[in-house]
């Protein structure tokens, strides 16, 4: 009978892993805004991408979808890269949205830009700023 004793020791030649006292991990569930705020970057990328099949925008738009869906993915993970680029989109699509409703008087532009809006303000609180890493 062969018993292996286990060990919380780090395996030889990798450093152990910092660990504050009294910490505990960022869950998702604790911020259910960001997984709709990345369900929404992942509606806007396909919408982007449907746009330029039906030719309705050029192809090199396409690389928005690219970053939409990478601030996506990564927000779910709680990177602070991700943040930071899923607040500058709400934040450009906002004063797109708003701009355009301004210009062309279309109701549905100033909702989209609302909601772009209420997005921003949920992502630049500081509970959600403290979760990221």
Do not use: C
């Amino acid at each position: 009978m062969n018993v292996e004793a286990k060990s919380n020791l780090p395996a030889a030649g990798l450093p152990a892993p910092p660990v504050k006292p009294d910490a505990e991990p960022a869950k998702l569930s604790k911020l259910p805004g960001l997984i709709a705020i990345s369900l929404y970057m992942l509606l806007l990328a396909g919408i982007m991408i449907v746009r330029v099949a039906t030719g309705a925008a050029r192809p090199l738009m396409l690389i928005f979808p690219v970053f939409f869906v990478a601030a996506a993915l990564g927000m779910l993970l709680l990177l602070r890269w991700a943040w930071a680029l899923t607040l500058a989109a709400v934040a450009l699509s906002a004063g797109s949205f708003l701009w355009s409703f301004t210009t062309q008087h279309i109701a549905a532009s100033l909702l989209q830009g609302l909601l772009n809006l209420v997005f921003f303000l949920y992502l630049v609180r500081t509970d959600v700023r403290k979760n990221l890493h």
